[in-house]
């Protein structure tokens, strides 16, 4: 076992605070990471704050997780030592169930072991990114390219791939107008992925003060929701909306401004449920869908077509003391727009 410094939350009603654990020992297929950056994902608050219930404490929060190979198990094929890896929102899975062979483990029948929050086989608890190390089998552990800046590289393993994931699902590219909405962690990937792809891309936002970012990032346009007008005059007008939104809001607002046949996908994750109207959907045909964040094959796709492309995400790297903070201008969404934890801090 190796000791381990991590930032956790004791309680659902008490800020982060340092916090000791041990790692396990490498197993034949494990590699040791030392992590250098780990992103601050919304989930993370959700979960840290026990919005969605069952949360399991001490948490030690982080799913967007980069660092650097310090030791690999005997039976370990992709990895040596010194390379780049990252770890994305889970760290097991079933292996044998439909979706586990279909490379979807991210939907497993028999539940994903979640990389924080959750529990491995032997049922002891998970333990995430915001800590100096971790452990995890080579399967469920992602290729780094050694060419682009890695704090910008640690938000995709979360925000990256479960924008990145859905619109390739759905075939979105060239001809396709496209509404993402929110501009956030999740939501600046979507803009930057969907205007990759070819789509003509709109940024639907509560902020008027994020227009510039918003055009900067690759949106054709931008719109503030809270304009009734400006809403109304976009009814039935895009082909595909991707709603990152994080806290409760009206699904139907959003509904409205898909055309005949387009479809509505929810990655964003408020705590309380929204109505959807019959009559929203059958006018035009429309679809309301969900999606999430994507399996090991596609999220390492995700990751060369990032190296390729030289996407990575825009972020605010902080030190581990800065992170209650970060959490309440998330909350005001105030990103701009992803931290990221320097995990040197740590130390
Ligand atoms: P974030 O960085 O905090 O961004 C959320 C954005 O939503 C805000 O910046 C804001 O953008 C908008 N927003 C916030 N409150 C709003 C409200 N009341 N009405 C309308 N818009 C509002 O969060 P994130 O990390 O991108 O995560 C977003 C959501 O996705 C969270 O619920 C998270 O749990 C979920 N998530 C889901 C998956 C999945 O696999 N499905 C994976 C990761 C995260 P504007 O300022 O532009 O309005
Ligand atoms: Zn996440
Ligand atoms: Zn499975």
């Keep these: 076992m190796t000791p381990v410094n991590a930032y956790a939350a004791q309680s659902a009603t008490t800020p982060l605070t340092p916090f000791n654990f041990e790692r396990r020992d490498v197993g034949t297929n494990d590699?040791?990471?030392?992590?250098?950056?780990?992103?601050?994902?919304?989930?993370?608050?959700?979960?840290?704050?026990?919005?969605?219930?069952?949360?399991?404490?001490?948490?030690?929060?982080?799913?967007?997780?980069?660092?650097?190979?310090?030791?690999?198990?005997?039976?370990?094929?992709?990895?040596?030592?010194?390379?780049?890896a990252g770890v994305g929102c889970f760290v097991d899975s079933c292996r044998t169930c439909p979706s586990c062979l279909a490379n979807e483990e991210q939907y497993c029948d028999n539940g994903m072991v979640a990389t924080y929050n959750g529990r491995d086989k032997a049922g002891n608890p998970t333990y995430g990114g915001y800590s100096t190390q971790i452990v995890v089998d080579e399967k469920?552990?992602?290729?780094?390219?050694?060419?682009?800046?890695?704090?910008?590289?640690?938000?995709?393993?979360?925000?990256?791939?479960?924008?990145?994931?859905?619109?390739?699902?759905?075939?979105?590219?060239?001809g396709h107008k496209v509404a993402i909405v929110g501009l956030g962690g999740l939501g600046h990937m979507g803009v930057k992925f969907a205007a990759s792809f070819?789509?003509?891309?709109?940024?639907?936002?509560?902020?008027?003060?994020?227009?510039?970012?918003?055009?900067?990032?690759?949106?054709?346009?931008?719109?503030?929701?809270?304009?009734?007008v400006t809403m109304k005059s976009l009814q039935g007008k895009f082909d595909f909306i991707l709603s990152t939104i994080s806290a409760p809001h009206e699904y139907n607002d959003y509904l409205n401004l898909l055309t005949l046949n387009g479809t509505m996908v929810v990655v964003g994750v408020p705590p309380q449920p929204s109505i959807v109207g019959a009559f929203?959907?059958?006018?035009?045909?429309?679809?309301?869908?969900?999606?999430?964040?994507?399996?090991i094959k596609e999220t390492?796709?995700?990751?060369?077509?990032?190296?390729?492309?030289?996407?990575?995400?825009?972020?605010?790297?902080?030190?581990?003391?800065?992170?209650?903070e970060a959490y309440e201008r998330m909350l005001k969404a105030d990103v701009r727009y992803r931290f990221v934890i320097d995990i040197a801090s740590l130390k």
């Excluded at 919005?51 to 990895?79: C, D, L, N, Y």
């Excluded at 390729?308 to 902080?318: A, F, L, Q, T």
């Design 31 to 84: 590699v040791q990471i030392e992590i250098l950056y780990c992103g601050v994902c919304h989930s993370d608050i959700h979960q840290a704050r026990n919005e969605w219930g069952g949360s399991i404490f001490p948490m030690v929060p982080g799913h967007e997780i980069v660092g650097r190979i310090t030791k690999v198990g005997s039976g370990v094929k992709k990895f040596i030592v010194g390379q780049l």
């Design 198 to 228: 070819g789509a003509d891309v709109t940024v639907l936002s509560t902020s008027k003060s994020k227009e510039q970012d918003a055009l900067n990032l690759g949106a054709h346009h931008f719109a503030v929701t809270k304009d009734a």
């Design 140 to 174: 469920y552990t992602l290729h780094v390219a050694e060419s682009l800046p890695i704090e910008g590289v640690a938000p995709l393993l979360c925000a990256g791939i479960t924008t990145y994931s859905p619109l390739r699902h759905w075939n979105i590219g060239k």
């Design 280 to 295: 929203n959907l059958i006018g035009k045909r429309r679809s309301i869908a969900g999606s999430l964040i994507g399996g």
């Design 300 to 324: 390492q796709e995700m990751l060369d077509y990032c190296a390729e492309h030289n996407i990575v995400s825009d972020v605010e790297v902080i030190k581990v003391s800065a992170i209650n």
